[in-house]
């Protein structure tokens, strides 16, 4: 089941402590996005980035960072300044042309106590 | 910026019968509109989309609708079946180039009872 990859799958952190989730893609699709997915509240986005070296913010960015220098991998780092960063994290990734489906990673689960 | 209601959060049916979800969208640019599905502990699947230059669209058992001047679209899932039992989300987007931001509804459990 290759495709888009993240890891782990279970992550646990203290709070205050900085955390990246890894996200990873050989479709070789431009567009990669990161969506946080709570109960109840749908997918949100946090940042996506339409090409390598460039990223924008999403409706619900603060307290979170990525980078994109490969077009392989769009890391998420969820900083100390996330005031509820308990919740499961979802990747994805598209091409953009042609079709426009959004193929998601299995996802990670943070837990911050 | 775009803004997704979707009814009903929850929704049970009798096996072989007929289920309905409803979206309102805010934003008259928005031209793609995509339904994912989401199983338990998997991650979310496109099932089926449509753009706005169509009114509908069907797959087999599922169909979605769109009303452009209302700002709603529908899924239908005829025939039910237990595996049908899922999340459903809604989502809408004005399509760019690359890299189309979709804002989603905030989703509905459907359950199948057999």
């Known amino acids: 089941d290759g495709g888009i990859t993240q890891s782990p799958k279970y992550l646990f952190r203290k709070e205050g402590q900085n955390v990246t989730l890894s996200c990873e893609q050989n479709?070789?699709?431009?567009?990669m996005y990161w969506y946080r997915q709570d109960p109840g509240q749908g997918l949100r986005l946090i940042y996506y980035?339409?090409?390598?070296?460039?990223?924008q913010k999403g409706d619900i960015a603060e307290g979170y960072s990525v980078s994109r220098e490969k077009k392989e991998s769009f890391p998420l780092t969820v900083t100390s300044a996330q005031k509820n960063p308990t919740a499961f994290y979802l990747c994805?990734?598209?091409?953009?042309?042609?079709?426009?489906?959004?193929?998601f990673g299995p996802g990670t689960r943070l837990t911050v106590t | 910026g775009e803004n997704v209601e979707q009814h009903p959060s929850t929704l049970s049916v009798q096996e072989g019968d007929s289920a309905v979800i409803k979206c309102t969208y805010s934003?008259?640019?928005?031209?793609?509109f995509p339904w994912y599905k989401q199983e338990l502990g998997k991650r979310p699947q496109l099932i089926i989309d449509?753009?706005?230059?169509?009114g509908e669209k069907k797959d087999q058992r599922i169909a979605v609708t769109l009303n452009k001047t209302a700002k709603h679209f529908s899924l239908h899932i005829t025939e039910t079946q237990p595996e049908d039992s899922a999340v459903y989300f809604c989502?809408?987007?004005?399509?760019?180039?690359?890299?189309?931001?979709?804002?989603f509804g905030g989703g509905t459990r459907v359950l199948v009872k057999p």
């Open positions: 989502a809408a987007t004005r399509i760019k180039a690359a890299g189309n931001k979709l804002t």
């Open positions: 934003d008259s640019a928005s031209n793609y």
């Open positions: 980035s339409q090409i390598v070296n460039d990223f």
């Open positions: 449509i753009r706005s230059n169509v």
């Open positions: 994805a990734s598209s091409t953009g042309t042609a079709t426009y489906e959004q193929y």
């Open positions: 479709l070789n699709h431009d567009a």
